[in-house]
């Protein structure tokens, strides 16, 4: 560039910027300044050139691959916020031939991690979508928050001004935000955190976290786990006799003296998980409900409190039995599933807007051929009110209703004992995907493609509460199970939890690479289970909001997740027509020891089911800890 | 710069009836386009999502269509993949095929089925950790070996609880099952029900524990019940549904099942009475010893070997009864050309004159022996016109035939097989000389009149009634006549391949005319 050009440039600059009378600048000697001239260059080589942006990105890329390993991975971490924003700003400035070549010829380096995203603004393509795309606008208004080691973020900057990549240090310096440590850079293992994507939210969700939160169990319902305290004496002779029957029901195979040699050791280890789990029910803390609670029936109580007699200690040496109900014929139309807590009812959500109810107990009795002539030749209950797909039909705690959700952005309620429809609640403006009764049934929430999270009761048509604050669709709700807090995931690939008294969020787990599907709580309301389109189930520690540990070993969508009753096992059925057992007790113990020696220990996969081209679509832990499994067989009907 | 080209936006908004849309526009249009589609596909995955599948539907993309409230796509819901066309001089246009459909034929046709009701069945997953080998479950891993487990204890250390693998347990329902098809096997009264426990063998899963059960069952019901007939017969078949049936691993009892099949196949007597036709059952089992050598040849080298040794014993013990001679042909032909070129046609020459003075009728007094030697010998037909089909099918099409030549090739075909047919059938009685006449010259029966044989038109037609006489002379003079071209011909072919040349040369020297059926018609046709 020769010294015409530079002043033309300079001249130019001054003007834009307003300096009208440049001429005054001209006395400034920048000639002879050979950095300066450099420099000028450079700023405007950049500003109206857009292969810059790919030269500097791919040099910047074979730095980072070419560092020292042990920085390697942490400044690689640079790179994805610098690809992102590299290909907004060119299409923001309307260079779309080139983003489109930029984007397609160095997305093969973030594909593995950040697959959805890509995917996501692949089809932007003008600068009229960047304004029109949530998850562009919130990338632009919000920085990445990357942790980096002090060594790694010097070499950074080093480099940066080393190669005078003016662009490149721009774009970090706008869009990262750098939170440097002293010290040895970290593991390339545990990074889960280290980058999150939406930095303004992210400040929030710190912020958020900090609150503080009562994941005890209720004082007065102890009943519900804390049953087994004083019961455990007389309930041991008594699950004894039961087990005995149990197996004898069950059990079809082996000799009845090994049989009894087994239910003898699993005796003795039940006792000692009995007495674990009072250990650990009496160090949970006991909370005052902030909602008015149902008054349960005496006679129901005392159902319940039967069964939690009868109840079979589970443990990574005592296996649940699983019980599977598959439906055939659906044609592609069930879209959801759900069984009651005791197993004898299975209601379905059909894409014709129908819902059918199996009542199990009946079916397996002589009587059937009654209940299918008063059904017209079915052995079902068909509840008909909808008008679109149903998307989910949940039962209450004792079976006596089913709530249904359809894309007609109703919720529906239904008596399973008349069969017919009492309430219809309308309020959302969308499709609502899910609805789920607390734990304690007359409260229900709901959540739906309008983005927001609702609280109602039984007897009113309006919700008490609307939770709004995700960025994409609500994908699933969980309550806990003190009925204070419920959980929801999202398509912005979080879980946050809301407090139902005040409506505020109370907790944003970060963590998950894709779309969250499917949450579970823990008995004892510690810890939190989620599972994504991807296959990965994450352990959350409620209070900390710290994910404890992936399970990774699905390898695709979780449907559907379980505790059982006591919270050592977790189940998890998906989309790859397999229940998964991981034992989750084990772990959730030695986080004391993990944080002793600082080894992160993995959940184990205790017990893999394959079902017969089966995807797993319904979960549930019955009182007595029998596993029920719902899902349509895919084999085309013969 | 989209991937949707300038000219699909030209052609769509032509479709729509826009026809001065400017290039420019087209172009600014289809970056557009791309995002809003990308944009509907991305929410008709999350319908998808929600509706617990795996595939894409289009009711999902209506789905999408209809959250952001726009019109749904019509006539895509009726299922069914989509078949698209290529357009004729286009490289990249598709088209769907959507055909014109008469109202009269959618109002006239009968109404389809009704799609059956969704139903829900219930079965055990698991009964407290371990999976039951029951149908409904996906097939296991039944055989573990031991040796992983330990493997697998001390990797996971103490922690891990290894149950010992399930050994001699069979399940209450499996026991069930077992009983109730070996009852079903045993009785000869329902063979609807047989056919339905025989689709239920080739097919379930879950079954592999039982295999060792149904090999020692059919031993020993092959060796007890040689005297029935039925029994045997049903044993066969459940022994091809246990083939069949992709779940099992047959392999390990291989070597127990093949004693009872070969049993089967060259047994001296199968069943005790007259009228069961065990040539039926041979014939059969002989099916399924080449099935079996078809599996499991590759990974059980011995089994061809051994199993054309015990056959080819068989056939060259001339102290072995007829019955077994057949059979052991039967089976040597399922085995495949190479083993009837090694094992029959080298011994045919003195097989057949062995056989020569059963087949002779006047030597012969037992019918019943008469009849089983004509079995054998049209056995050992079968299997060395097979052979020599075989051969000859490797040869070039020869430049096109006449086509009246080629009818007369067929005509022959079908009055060979009359005749074949009519030998099994009536050959017990006392026809038996006057036919044998008739085979040994051309094989045309002249009472043959209801026969589809056109050969009739060129040939001097005796009436009913005509002495044997004439027409065995007229037949003669035919006869060598043919033989002459033949001859011609066939030195032809020795020129072409020597070794089938020769063979068939020798074949036809054994026996005469009756191989020609055998010989494709097309190179038939040559030879003519």
């Known amino acids: 560039m020769d010294p015409e050009q530079v002043d033309e440039f300079v001249m130019g600059y001054l003007k834009k910027k307003g300096f009208n009378n440049g001429t005054r600048f001209s006395s400034i000697d920048y000639h002879n300044d050979p950095d300066l001239t450099k420099l000028i260059r450079s700023f405007s080589q950049s500003e109206n050139d857009p292969s810059r942006y790919r030269e500097g990105y791919s040099k910047l890329r074979s730095w980072g691959d070419n560092s020292l390993d042990l920085y390697k991975h942490e400044l690689l971490r640079v790179i994805y916020p610098v690809f992102i924003h590299c290909y907004i700003n060119l299409v923001g400035k309307g260079h779309t031939q080139e983003a489109r070549a930029f984007f397609n010829s160095f997305r093969k380096d973030h594909e593995m991690v950040h697959l959805r995203d890509l995917q996501k603004l692949e089809g932007v393509l003008a600068p009229s979508h960047l304004q029109e795309m949530e998850f562009a606008r919130s990338l632009r208004q919000s920085k990445f928050n990357i942790k980096i080691c002090q060594c790694s973020y010097d070499l950074l900057l080093q480099y940066l001004h080393r190669t005078e990549s003016t662009l490149m240090l721009g774009i970090i310096n706008e869009r990262i935000n750098f939170q440097v440590y002293s010290g040895q850079p970290n593991s390339a293992s545990d990074d889960i955190e280290s980058v999150t994507i939406s930095g303004s939210f992210h400040e929030t969700a710190d912020h958020v976290n900090q609150k503080e939160i009562h994941w005890g169990l209720l004082e007065d319902r102890l009943q519900k786990t804390g049953g087994l305290l004083s019961d455990s004496e007389k309930g041991q002779g008594e699950s004894k006799a039961d087990s005995k029957k149990r197996s004898s029901e069950i059990g079809k195979q082996g000799s009845s003296v090994k049989k009894l040699k087994k239910d003898k050791a699993g005796n003795a280890t039940a006792k000692v998980a009995r007495q674990e789990t009072s250990m650990a029910l009496s160090t949970t803390p006991r909370v005052k409900p902030e909602l008015a609670m149902p008054v349960m029936s005496t006679d129901v109580e005392e159902s319940i409190l039967e069964d939690l007699r009868n109840r079979v200690q589970l443990s990574s040496l005592a296996m649940p039995s699983v019980s599977f109900y598959t439906f055939v014929n659906t044609h592609n139309g069930l879209n959801s599933s759900s069984i009651s807590h005791d197993g004898s009812l299975v209601a379905g959500g059909f894409s014709d807007s129908s819902i059918k109810v199996w009542d199990m107990a009946k079916i397996g009795q002589a009587g059937s051929c009654a209940l299918q002539d008063e059904n017209g030749g079915r052995n079902y209950t068909l509840l008909l009110g909808h008008s679109g797909p149903v998307y989910s039909a949940t039962f209450s705690p004792p079976g006596d209703y089913v709530l249904s959700s359809s894309a007609d952005t109703t919720i529906r309620l239904w008596s399973t004992k008349l069969n017919a429809n009492l309430v219809c609640y309308k309020g959302h403006n969308h499709t609502v995907w899910d609805a789920q009764f607390s734990p304690f049934g007359h409260y229900f929430a709901s959540f739906s493609h309008d983005r927001t999270a609702r609280i109602w009761t039984m007897d009113r048509i309006h919700p008490l509460r609307m939770m709004a604050g995700h960025l994409s669709d609500v994908d699933c709700v969980q309550w806990h199970p003190n009925c204070n807090y419920i959980a929801t995931g999202s398509s912005d690939k979080t879980v946050r939890l809301w407090d139902v008294q005040t409506g505020e969020c109370v907790r944003i787990f970060v963590g998950h690479r894709s779309m969250v599907l499917s949450l579970a709580m823990s008995p004892d309301g510690r810890y939190m289970a989620s599972g994504d389109e991807d296959g990965t189930i994450m352990m959350w520690e409620l209070s900390t909001a710290r994910c404890i540990t992936p399970l990774i070993g699905h390898n695709s969508c979780v449907w559907t997740l379980s505790y059982s009753g006591e919270g050592s096992l977790l189940a998890s059925g998906s989309a790859d027509c397999t229940v998964k057992l991981w034992d989750v007790s084990s772990s959730t113990k030695l986080t004391k020891a993990e944080e002793k020696n600082g080894n992160s220990n993995r959940l184990r996969s205790l017990r893999t089911f394959p079902t017969k081209s089966t995807p797993v679509h319904a979960l549930r832990f019955s009182r007595r800890n029998l596993l029920f499994a719902a899902g349509p067989t895919s084999k085309p009907a013969s | ?528």
């Open chain 2, 1 to 528: 710069m989209s991937i949707v080209p300038k000219e699909t936006i030209e052609v769509t908004a032509q479709s729509i009836g826009i026809t001065n849309l400017s290039p420019e526009a087209a172009l600014m249009l289809a970056p557009d386009v791309e995002y809003r589609v990308r944009e509907i596909m991305q929410e008709a995955i999350k319908s998808m999502r929600h509706s617990k599948r795996t595939t894409l539907t289009a009711s999902d993309v209506d789905g999408a269509l209809n959250l952001r409230s726009l019109e749904p796509t019509y006539g895509f819901a009726s299922g069914g993949p989509f078949r698209f066309r290529k357009a004729v001089g286009h490289q990249d246009l598709f088209y769907t095929d959507d055909r014109e459909v008469d109202f009269k034929d959618v109002i006239g046709a009968p109404l389809p089925k009704a799609p059956l009701d969704t139903e829900l069945v219930c079965h055990w997953l698991a009964i407290e950790g371990v999976q039951p080998a029951i149908p409904e479950n996906a097939p296991l891993e039944v055989i573990r070996a031991p040796a992983d487990n330990k493997i697998y204890e001390q990797k996971d250390g103490p922690l891990i609880d290894v149950r010992p693998p399930v050994k001699h347990v069979l399940s209450r329902e499996l026991q069930l099952y077992f009983q109730k098809i070996a009852e079903i096997t045993m009785s000869k009264s329902s063979p609807a029900l047989f056919k339905e426990a025989l689709v239920s063998l080739a097919s379930d899963s879950g079954l592999h524990p039982l295999v060792p059960y149904f090999t020692n069952f059919i031993a020993d019901e092959v060796s007890r019940g040689l005297n029935d007939f039925q029994i045997l017969f049903n044993l066969m078949h459940v022994v091809r549904s246990l083939l069949q049936n992709p779940h099992i691993h047959i392999e390990p009892y291989l070597h127990q099942l093949m004693p009872s099949v070969v049993t089967c196949l060259v047994s001296r007597k199968l069943g005790n009475r007259f009228a069961d036709n065990h040539w039926e059952l041979r014939d059969f089992t002989a099916k399924l010893v080449s099935l079996i050598c078809k599996r499991f040849g590759n990974t059980y080298h011995t089994l061809q070997s051994r199993l054309s040794k015990t056959l080819g014993n068989a056939l060259l013990d001339p102290k072995k009864a007829l019955t077994q001679h057949y059979g052991a042909i039967q089976g040597l032909t399922a085995l495949g050309h190479n083993v009837v070129r090694l094992l029959i046609l080298s011994n045919l020459e003195p097989y057949l004159s062995l056989l020569e003075p059963e087949l002779d009728c006047e030597k012969q007094k037992n019918q019943m022996k008469s009849y089983e030697a004509w079995r054998v010998y049209g056995a050992l037909l079968r299997a060395a016109g097979l052979c020599i089909h075989d051969r000859l099918k490797v040869f070039p099409n020869l430049p096109s035939p006449s086509p009246s030549l080629l009818h007369k090739g067929k005509g022959k075909i079908i009055s060979a097989e009359t005749r074949k047919r009519k030998l099994s059938a009536d050959s017990s009685q006392n026809q038996l000389p006057h036919k044998r006449l008739m085979t040994t010259t051309d094989g045309l029966r002249p009472q043959d009149h209801t026969g589809p044989a056109p050969m009739h038109v060129d040939k001097p037609m005796g009436k009913k009634g005509n002495e044997s006489e004439s027409r065995h002379q007229n037949e003669k003079e035919r006869g060598k006549g043919r033989v002459i071209t033949m001859k011609a011909i066939l030195g032809q072919i020795w020129k072409d391949d020597l070794d089938s040349g020769r063979l068939l040369v020798k074949l036809h020297q054994l026996y005469d005319d009756r191989i020609l059926p055998f010989i494709p018609s097309t190179e038939m046709s040559v030879f003519l």
